[in-house]
């Protein structure tokens, strides 16, 4: 089973910040947080990924909170092509394998 | 630098038959990793190679297996397809270590008749 939780869509208006919230109450200490996109008919993208601190990368920003319990990802200018499906995986456990969930399907609206 | 290659891009086939998807990493990058895609179970994981040497495998029935090569290309083989293998296939290529980003190919629309 995925170990995070994460809204099944969300809307967000061109130009904004889109915020994209995720829960993993169960992560270990030495578990990452990592973000991926898909969009239509391609494989998915890495977007960023994270331990404990806050990081930021040309693509986005990852928020943590301090139990690291729960995570957002901010897009923060969102254009049509960010239109896609977001996944927030939790690290690879022992065997090197990432469990995928639903995801977010964001939709940026003009 | 070329990124993750899968080819053919879309396959037909019918029952029965067996299929083999190639899939070329990211030059440098020794992990290759192979996942299932469907409408209705999402992103599930077949297994990983590492320098030649399965690593990790899913949950999915031994009529689905893998290789990787020397030159860390990977292939994927199922056979005797069923009608539930539909699916896009997707890998992807690390370097291989616990903390590495994922890079994906465009993957393989298998479509089974």
């Known amino acids: 089973d995925a170990k995070t939780t994460q809204p099944t869509s969300m809307d967000c208006a061109e130009g904004r910040a889109a915020n994209l919230p995720c829960n993993h109450s169960?992560?270990?200490?030495?578990?990452?947080v990592y973000w991926y996109r898909q969009i239509h008919s391609q494989g998915p993208q890495y977007i960023i990924h994270?331990?404990?601190?806050?990081e930021t990368n040309e693509m986005a920003s990852l928020i943590i909170t301090e139990d690291r319990k729960s995570s957002t990802l901010i897009l923060p200018h969102a254009t049509l092509r960010d239109t896609a499906v977001y996944y927030c995986?939790?690290?690879?456990?022992?065997?090197?394998?990432?469990?995928w969930g639903a995801g977010t399907k964001l939709i940026i609206k003009p | 630098k070329a990124g993750v290659t899968q080819t053919p891009r879309y396959l037909i086939k019918t029952r029965g038959q067996q299929v083999t998807l190639s899939c070329s990493p990211i030059?440098?990058?020794?992990?290759v990793s192979w996942y299932q895609q469907t409408p209705g179970q999402g992103l599930q994981f077949l297994f990983e190679?590492?320098?030649?040497?399965?690593?990790n495998k899913g949950n999915f029935p031994g009529r689905f297996s893998g290789r990787q090569f020397s030159n860390s290309r990977s292939e994927m083989n199922v056979s005797t397809l069923e009608l539930g293998d539909s699916a896009l296939y997707l890998c992807?290529?690390?370097?291989?270590?616990?903390?590495?980003?994922?890079?994906f190919g465009s993957g393989t629309q298998l479509s089974v008749l």
């Open positions: 994270g331990l404990k601190n806050n």
């Open positions: 169960t992560i270990s200490g030495n578990e990452y």
């Open positions: 995986i939790v690290s690879p456990d022992s065997n090197y394998q990432l469990i």
């Open positions: 992807a290529s690390s370097l291989g270590g616990i903390e590495e980003k994922l890079f």
């Open positions: 190679y590492f320098s030649e040497t399965q690593r």
């Open positions: 030059s440098g990058h020794r992990s």
